[in-house]
T-cell receptor, first 115, second 112 residues
Framework: QKEVEQNSGPLSVPEGAIASLNCTYS??????FFWYRQYSGKSPELIMS????GDKEDGRFTAQLNKASQYVSLLIRDSQPSDSATYLC???????????????FGKGTHLIIQP | SQTIHQWPATLVQPVGSPLSLECTVE??????LYWYRQAAGRGLQLLFY??????ISSEVPQNLSASRPQDRQFILSSKKLLLSDSGFYLC???????????FGAGSRLTVL
């Protein structure tokens, strides 16, 4: 069973604070993890990928991975109102049909940054 | 650079009518192609994926079908739409051997 779990929120964070988004996944063998941001009515866009245990930083974003706990998180520092969106966690599982490694998505966490 | 196009952007269809959504990718060859659906209040559900011309795999049984008549063209179809087919349909591509998925702008379908 391929599952990616996220708290649906909404998660409300004051402007300038750190937003922390969490995700757990079911397949211990998964190796690739992604965070997508989706604005209302728009398609998802990739913001971070992480493949190794530990932290990966890109600007105001930090992805954290703990494979032993099957846990991925995304931290957004100095949160801005423009960060208000739904954040989707995605994990690569091998498809039952073989031949392609595609993404299984969580349902997303709705983040609201309060000015 | 690579770009992905999806159309139509929005459509309203009656129950029982046919459907055709089209997706094309430019600037790359032999991409893996995907169709996802996002229903209201639900997550992204993988519908079909393709690793090459004429090669279609389905992850879930449904009222839909997909075809890949050309290397960079992916089509989602239905002969008779159901109310439950309403949703936001997203085409996506990734380079062969890669694992970064890029989405098109999406097609929003409302079945009445």
């Amino acid at each position: 069973q391929k599952e990616v779990e996220q708290n649906s929120g909404p998660l409300s964070v004051p402007e300038g604070a750190i937003a922390s988004l969490n995700c757990t996944y079911s397949d211990r063998g998964s190796q690739s993890f992604f965070w997508y941001r989706q604005y209302s009515g728009k398609s998802p866009e990739l913001i971070m990928s992480i493949y190794s245990n530990g932290d990966k930083e890109d600007g105001r974003f930090t992805a954290q991975l703990n494979k032993a706990s099957q846990y991925v998180s995304l931290l957004i520092r100095d949160s801005q109102p423009s960060d208000s969106a739904t954040y989707l966690c995605a994990v690569i599982f091998r498809y039952s049909g073989g031949g392609a490694d595609g993404l299984t998505f969580g349902k997303g966490t709705h983040l609201i940054i309060q000015p | 650079s690579q770009t992905i196009h999806q159309w139509p952007a929005t459509l309203v269809q009656p129950v029982g009518s046919p459907l055709s959504l089209e997706c094309t990718v430019e600037g790359t060859s032999n991409p893996n192609l995907y169709w996802y659906r996002q229903a209201a209040g639900r997550g992204l559900q993988l519908l079909f994926y393709s690793v090459g011309i004429g090669q279609i795999s389905s992850e879930v049984p449904q009222n839909l079908s997909a075809s890949r008549p050309q290397d960079r063209q992916f089509i989602l179809s239905s002969k008779k739409l159901l109310l439950s087919d309403s949703g936001f349909y997203l085409c996506a591509w990734e380079p062969i051997g890669g694992n970064v998925l890029t989405f098109g702008a999406g097609s929003r379908l409302t079945v009445l």
